[in-house]
């Protein structure tokens, strides 16, 4: 059964720092991963999304890698931005015979919090 | 503009009285489903569709209820619902045969039972 942990589960910086968040995942047989963001009481927005082929991915000031032999990606957050603050989930999908089932498996989230 | 949507956004109701949760994409996607988050336990996927008329259970499916006649909504049934059921349901699609299927959330249900 496919577990994703997410590391640390709180993270508070202040305001311009660069900030590493850690996902790792037990079974690397994932189809794709994807980082999402989600403020309080609002629902997910994708952030980016790594295929299992791909080593990274970029938008704006975030970067994702993935490693899939080892079970881990990083979410890159350059210069951050009190706007930043919020809760940072990675979840991965499951390759099933080339076509994914779609199901996502998320980790706990790290919650972030940037000050000014 | 490319949207999931979820109605209600907020429901309080009370132990047994049925209740359907709505939702619709404009997409085109074949695949939809539901997922529940709850504190310390996350996102749970509740109920998926490949496509029209194909469902299969998640991995908390116990108390819910799905069906899939059209391509663009995807309603949640709880028909007895239950306080375990209190929680924040979120809908989601994308294009199952694809390269990118990135997933596309809804808003989000906070549905309270007492």
């Known amino acids: 059964k496919q577990e994703v942990t997410q590391i640390p589960a709180a993270l508070s910086v202040p305001e311009g720092e660069n900030l590493v968040l850690n996902c790792s995942f037990t079974d690397s047989a994932i189809y794709n991963l994807q980082w999402f963001r989600q403020d309080p009481g609002k629902g997910l927005t994708s952030l980016l999304l790594i295929q299992s082929s791909q080593r990274e991915q970029t938008s704006g000031r975030l970067n994702a890698s993935l490693d899939k032999s080892s079970g881990r990606s990083t979410l890159y957050i350059a210069a951050s931005q009190p706007g930043d603050s919020a809760t940072y989930l990675c979840?991965?999908?499951?390759?099933?015979?080339?076509?994914?089932?779609?199901?996502?498996?998320f980790g706990q989230g790290t919650i972030l919090t940037v000050h000014p | 503009e490319a949207q999931v949507t979820q109605n209600p956004r907020y429901l309080i109701t009370v132990t047994g009285k049925k209740l359907t949760v709505t939702c619709s994409q404009n997409m085109n996607h074949e695949y939809m489903s539901w997922y529940r988050q709850d504190p310390g336990l996350g996102l749970r996927q509740i109920y998926y569709?490949?496509?029209?008329?194909?469902?299969d259970k998640g991995d908390v499916p116990e108390g819910y209820k799905v069906s899939r006649k059209e391509k663009r909504n995807f309603p949640l049934i709880l028909e007895s619902p239950s306080p375990n059921q209190t929680s924040l349901y979120f809908c989601?699609?994308?294009?199952?045969?694809?390269?990118?299927?990135?997933?596309?959330f809804g808003p989000g249900t906070r549905l309270t039972v007492l």
């Open positions: 989601a699609s994308s294009r199952e045969r694809s390269l990118y299927n990135e997933q596309f």
């Open positions: 979840a991965v999908t499951m390759n099933a015979g080339g076509t994914s089932y779609g199901k996502l498996t």
């Open positions: 569709s490949m496509n029209v008329e194909v469902t």
